[in-house]
């Protein structure tokens, strides 16, 4: 009897033993995500992770860098993918959509309450959050001068400027937007992006301090008054404004351009919680707390902010549903060849 109590105790133990294993294992269950560094990577490591983790026993294991970064990591591990969810900025993504890296979203009540902007055709992403890009001015600056606030994008071109105006190069979408917006002024668009090219080279440039790509140095330009006027995004502007410095973001009456932030699920990855995440980033609760810690307008309909929490973001309808879209399949294509014309008649 003492044996077989003895033989009941230890297969007791081993169960246990067994189920705490296959607790622990469980628990450890690891999602990993790339996305942005910086201020992003923090926000979502302190106010955003942590719930989906207990929410779901996964550890999320997070690769930071910009969009360029993140795509080129995702081709060369094509063959065997360790990314199980990319975030990027919509012009790489489409890139990586057109290169087969994403696969189908899963169908979820949560998509049918977003913006048709944040609706990416195809079904292999959707949008998690706006940026609008467009004007930004010392507001101090332009009072000590007795300057009205900028309204155009055709206010780059204006001489009184001259050696205060700092645009990022083309190499950035910012910049980007903002040929095509020049375009759009002569005539044209993307499909037609003469007029943009001849705008910066002829009337824009002269008045250009520096085609700043780093945000880094873009702030500094401007806090230290060297730059007064620039072309940015909303998320930018409003991380910048909440230091206390005195500028304001300006949606240009031609329209500001939207920067989506785009999430898709990585092709060959089997990992449920990757769908699982995406539909967590896009519910109203998420939402409103990443729009107030880092300025990412909502592309939820039900994400309410006060009047104060959207100062300087995309929010709502009138702000969200007209933002101006790239054309990012004519677009990306034909990047490169931008990218050397600009080199040769605007920066050359």
């Keep these: 009897m003492r044996f077989q109590s003895s033989i009941r105790l230890l297969c007791t133990t081993a169960a246990f033993a067994i189920a705490a294993t296959s607790a622990v294992v469980a628990q450890e269950k690891t999602l990993y995500v790339a996305a942005y560094g910086g201020s992003y990577e923090q926000l979502m490591r302190e106010q955003i992770f942590p719930e989906f983790e207990k929410q779901h026993g ?90 009205g606030a900028p309204t155009s994008w055709a206010d780059l071109k204006d001489p009184k400027y001259a050696g205060k105006l700092v645009v990022p190069p083309l190499s950035n979408t910012y ?13 044209g668009d993307e499909r037609n992006i003469d007029p943009g090219f001849k705008a910066f080279s002829e009337e824009i440039d002269p008045n250009v301090l520096a085609y700043e790509a780093s945000p880094g140095q873009m702030t500094s330009l401007f806090q230290s008054k060297q730059a007064v006027l620039g072309v940015w995004g909303s998320a930018r502007i409003n991380s910048l404004a909440n230091t206390g410095f005195p500028v304001e973001m300006v949606y240009p009456k031609e329209g ?41 307008g909502p592309v939820n309909k039900k994400a309410k902010l006060t009047e104060e929490e959207a100062k300087g973001i995309p929010y709502g309808p009138e702000q969200v549903g007209k933002l101006r879209v790239i054309d990012w399949d004519y677009v990306n294509p034909v990047r490169e060849e931008w990218n050397t014309r600009w080199t040769r008649e605007v920066e050359g």
Aim: aromatic share 8%; glycine share 12%; net charge negative.
């Design 58 to 147: 996964v550890r999320i294991e997070y690769t930071a860098g910009n969009s360029t970064d993140t795509l080129a990591r995702l081709v060369a591990t094509r063959a065997n993918p360790q990314i199980d969810v990319a975030i990027m900025d919509d012009g790489p993504m489409y890139q990586a959509i057109a290169l087969g890296l994403c696969k189908d979203i899963e169908a979820a009540p949560v998509y049918d309450d977003l913006y048709d902007t944040a609706k990416i055709s195809g079904g292999k992403a959707t949008g998690l959050g706006a940026v609008a890009t467009g004007l930004m001015y010392n507001t101090e600056y332009f009072k000590e001068q007795g300057w």
């Design 175 to 187: 910049g980007l937007h903002a040929l095509v917006m020049e375009a759009e002024l002569g005539g």
């Design 256 to 296: 500001a351009v939207s920067l989506g932030i785009i999430g898709c699920p990585i092709a060959g990855r089997e990992t449920p919680e990757a769908q699982a995440l995406l539909q967590y980033l896009l519910s109203p609760e998420v939402q409103e707390k990443v729009a107030k810690g880092y300025g990412y």
